[in-house]
């Protein structure tokens, strides 16, 4: 069960089964797992690309039910970027009960319902959100963190406190923080906020220096259980001396069987990698098929564009493999 929980680390509602066992027990309390995907797509104006763009491996030992280590590595081939692999998660886990966890060490950034390191073998699309892949939060916190469950007849709220030093070399004695509060009501609706003041991180494309205050809004319902989801997502950037930035995306996700789906999301976004914000809008439709929990298919037809130009339309098709 606990492998189940680390492998739907920000996926809730997605509605897709997992192997019962993920990874390989190499001993009775350590596990050892990943996945890696294939891609080859084609933009209009833009060279085609076939490429391996994801490998994971993570070490995952459960010393006690309370106490946990959990380590993990990543090789990635970001198109217009140098290949590179990396630590993405480093941290110590200790259990009080499920209303009380605390995590020190290097953990994914407690951000909404997309998290910055989603892995792509459990996603419905080819393309991150553009508040994602642009990078505006942080990928990764590097501190502590306490989070928790707790339940009542009918809502679930879930919860983070962190604290994680900036990742920005030349500001790294800096410490950030942030919230991410949310509640389910009988597993049919979703509703939440994060918040993160942070000094800009050498990982965030925006290559200007200085404060940030994040406020993630996000929601998510089932329209017909376990069929038809809704899901939407508000980010607003404040930014040191600098102009406030925007973005957020709406999707929705036609679950036809336990195997198949369809998927259409719109986003729109300030794009920053400049520095100064320009408005940047994207839609995608995407059909997915799992041949089975380890193996896992998606093509997706798209469109980019910059305000004031034209659409540019492109495809992808997706393979990902659950080791």
């Known amino acids: 069960m606990r492998l189940i929980c680390l492998l739907l680390i920000g996926t809730w509602g997605l509605g897709q089964d997992l192997p019962s066992q993920p990874g390989f027990q190499v001993h009775d309390n350590l596990t050892l797992g990943g996945w890696f995907d294939l891609i080859i797509s084609d933009s209009e104006g833009g060279p085609s690309d076939q490429r391996i763009p994801h490998a994971f491996v993570y070490l995952d030992a459960d010393f006690t039910s309370g106490f946990r280590a959990f380590l993990e590595y990543a090789s990635t081939d970001i ?41 792509y073998t459990m996603v419905d699309s080819n393309r991150k ?114 102009e406030p930035t925007n973005g957020a995306y709406a999707k929705i996700k036609w679950q036809i069987n336990k195997k198949t789906f369809l998927n259409y999301r719109f986003d729109e976004s300030d794009d920053t990698r400049t520095g100064q914000p320009q408005l940047w809008q994207g839609q995608a439709l995407t059909a997915g098929y799992w041949f089975n929990p380890r193996v896992r298919a998606r093509l997706e037809l798209g469109q980019t564009r910059h305000k004031g130009s034209n659409w540019r339309s492109e495809w992808s098709a997706w393979v990902g493999f659950i080791l």
């Open 129 to 242: 959100p553009a508040i994602a892949d642009f990078r505006t939060i942080p990928m990764e916190a590097l501190g502590l963190e306490f989070s928790g469950t707790r339940t009542t007849a009918a809502i679930e709220w879930d919860y983070s406190l962190f604290i994680a030093r900036s990742q920005d070399k030349e500001l790294n004695s800096d410490l950030g923080y942030g919230a991410d509060l949310s509640f389910s009501i009988r597993d049919r609706f979703r509703f939440g906020s994060f918040t993160y003041q942070f000094m800009n991180s050498d990982e965030s494309t925006d290559p200007l220096p200085g404060e940030r205050r994040a406020l993630l809004l996000y929601t998510e319902s089932w329209l017909i259980d376990k069929q038809l989801m809704f899901r939407a997502e508000y980010l607003h950037m404040d930014r040191d001396t600098l």
């Open 79 to 119: 198109q217009g970027q140098p290949e590179e692999t990396q630590l993405q998660r480093a941290y110590l886990e200790f259990k009080h009960s499920t209303r009380a966890k605390w995590r020190l060490g290097q953990f994914n950034t407690p951000s909404g319902l997309w998290k910055e390191k989603h892995w």
